[in-house]
């Protein structure tokens, strides 16, 4: 990656322990996860991530500043800040409302399920309930290959990537090697989720969005739609402070 010593340098500037060699590896990487999650520490999470970065982020293209920003900006959102390997559910009433259309949850169903002001976390069986509405029916089995009851559970979102839904799960199962239909949990190891992570980023033809610096396009392409937009603008933002 061009100016690296720079970027490490940059890191170094704003707290995080470093050496300014102009290797940016594992340690770098980490340090630039937590930076872009809201200028945080290296967490044991991030320190993993950043290593399983290291190793693969150069073999699918992502070797420059531009596409590594992007790249890990894109991350940073989908993993609630390189904090989280499962999708949760834990929605609010209207957290659940202002994520998924009525076609795939009812007004009543987000009354019914979603949390209200002052109840604790949601339980198991009333997120798998969500995602099994989320992500199952018709919709499921066409836009994720949910073809089995409770699929949407299964299958919910894991990795760097968020990868969901049952034939997304068989792609990354044969781009890894991972047993990921029969061990779906496979999937949220940091080193597992993002070979899956590169490899999706791959086949999407990625890089040439992150040349462009079209993070709306890039975001449809990973996310299918523009959730959390403003907020992958914002560690985007933050990633290029450091690498640009």
């Not at 061009?2 to 290797?23: C, F, H, M, V, W």
């Not at 399983?52 to 900006?73: D, N």
Request: hydrophobic share 40%; net charge positive; aromatic share 6%.
């Amino acid at each position: 990656m061009e100016n690296a010593k720079r970027a490490q340098q940059r890191l170094i500037s704003r707290g995080y322990a470093l050496t300014a060699d102009g290797d940016f590896g594992a340690r770098s990487f980490a340090a630039l996860m937590g930076w872009i999650a809201g200028k945080k520490p290296v967490t044991p999470m991030r320190g993993d991530l950043g290593a399983a970065a290291a190793s693969h982020f150069g073999g699918v293209g992502i070797t420059s500043a531009l596409r590594t920003a992007h790249a890990l900006a894109q991350q940073c959102v989908e993993t609630g800040g390189f904090a989280l390997m499962v999708e949760s559910f834990n929605y609010t009433v209207a957290g659940l409302r202002s994520t998924f259309p009525r076609s795939r949850i009812s007004d009543a169903d987000c009354q019914r399920l979603g949390r209200k002001a002052g109840d604790p976390p949601l339980d198991a069986a009333t997120q798998a309930e969500i995602a099994n509405l989320v992500y199952g029916g018709a919709w499921g089995t066409a836009n994720l290959g949910n073809s089995q009851p409770g699929d949407g559970w299964r299958y919910r979102g894991r990795g760097a990537k968020q990868v969901t839904g049952r034939a997304n799960y068989a792609d990354a199962a044969q781009v890894t090697g991972v047993d990921l239909i029969n061990d779906p949990d496979l999937l949220a190891d940091t080193d597992v989720g993002m070979r899956a992570a590169c490899a999706f980023w791959d086949r999407r033809k990625c890089n040439p969005i992150a040349d462009a610096d079209d993070i709306e396009r890039l975001t449809r392409t990973i996310n299918g739609g523009t959730n959390g937009l403003a907020a992958r603008k914002a560690a985007l933002a933050l990633a290029k402070e450091i690498l640009l």
